[in-house]
Antibody
Framework: EVQLVESGGGLVQPGGSLRLSCAAS????????MHWVRQAPGKGLVWISH????????TYADPVKGRFTISRDNAKNTLYLQMNSLRAEDTAVYYC????????????WGQGTLVTVSS | EIVMTQSPATLSVSPGERATLSCRAS??????LAWYQQKPGQAPRLLIY???TRATGIPARFSGSGSGTEFTLTISSLQSEDFAVYYC??????????FGQGTKVEIK
C-alpha cells in the first residue's frame, strides 16, 4: 500500500524557517516525481514545487521561488521541503503528492502537515 | 499560466440525484485534466484522470468528459459519502500544475 507521511509542521515566526519531511513507503520512491501542494485555511489547492526522480530537476511556483527548496533522499525514501523567510501567507496545510506518471497526475497524497506563520 | 475555473462554487443536491460540475481552462489542455475529491480534514483523492478515466477503486457513478477547454464531472446518483469539495487540475502545461478553486457539493 502506498503511504506518504508528512511531518515537520508547526508554529513559526515571520522570517523563520522550517523543514518539512514526507516519508514514503509501499512503492519504489526513486521511480516517481514528487510534488508539494499547499492549502491555506478554507482555501483551495495550490501546487508549489516538484522534483524529478533523482532530484536534479526541480520547479517552483512563483510565490515560493527563492525561499523554498525541494529535495529528496532516495536512500531514505524521503522528500523534503526547506522553507525559509516564511510569511503569514505561507500558513497552510502542506501535502506531499506522488506523480503517477503521465497520464496519471497526483495519484497518492499524504495526510498533510500544518504550518502556521505568526508572531 | 493556465487558469482553471470551476462552476458552480456550491452545488446543492439531494441524495440519489445527479450532480454535474464544470471546469473550464483558459487555454486548451487537451485531455490532460484530472478531478479530485476532498472531504473535510482529509487529503485530496484522485477520482478521474485523462478527463474521463476513473482512478483505481473509484465507483462507476463518477464519470468525466470533455477535452480542450471544457470539462464535466458527473456523479450519477449522489451517495452520502459523495458530499465533498471537488477540484479539477490541468497537467498539460507545467509548471505550474494548476487547480480550479473547487466546487462544494452539499446536501440539499
Amino acid at each position: 500500500e502506498v503511504q506518504l507521511v508528512e511531518s515537520g509542521g508547526g508554529l513559526v515566526q515571520p522570517g523563520g524557517s522550517l523543514r518539512l519531511s514526507c516519508a514514503a513507503s509501499g512503492f519504489t520512491f526513486s521511480s516517481y516525481w514528487m510534488h508539494w501542494v499547499r492549502q491555506a485555511p478554507g482555501k483551495g489547492l495550490v501546487w508549489i514545487s516538484h522534483t524529478n526522480r533523482d532530484g536534479r530537476s526541480t520547479t517552483y511556483a512563483d510565490p515560493v521561488k527563492g525561499r523554498f527548496t525541494i529535495s529528496r533522499d532516495n536512500a531514505k525514501n524521503t522528500l523534503y521541503l526547506q522553507m525559509n523567510s516564511l510569511r503569514a501567507e505561507d500558513t497552510a496545510v502542506y501535502y506531499c503528492a506522488r506523480d503517477g506518471g503521465f497520464p496519471r497526475p497526483f495519484d497518492s497524497w499524504g495526510q498533510g502537515t500544518l504550518v502556521t506563520v505568526s508572531s | 499560466e493556465i487558469v482553471m475555473t470551476q462552476s458552480p462554487a456550491t452545488l446543492s443536491v439531494s441524495p440519489g440525484e445527479r450532480a454535474t460540475l464544470s471546469c473550464r481552462a483558459s487555454q486548451s489542455v487537451s485531455g490532460n485534466l484530472a478531478w479530485y475529491q476532498q472531504k473535510p480534514g482529509q487529503a485530496p483523492r484522485l477520482l478521474i484522470y485523462g478527463a474521463s478515466t476513473r482512478a483505481t477503486g473509484i465507483p462507476a457513478r463518477f464519470s468525466g468528459s470533455g477535452s480542450g477547454t471544457e470539462f464535466t464531472l458527473t456523479i450519477s446518483s449522489l451517495q452520502s459519502e459523495d458530499f465533498a469539495v471537488y477540484y479539477c487540475q490541468q497537467y498539460n502545461n507545467w509548471p505550474p500544475w494548476t487547480f480550479g478553486q473547487g466546487t462544494k457539493v452539499e446536501i440539499k
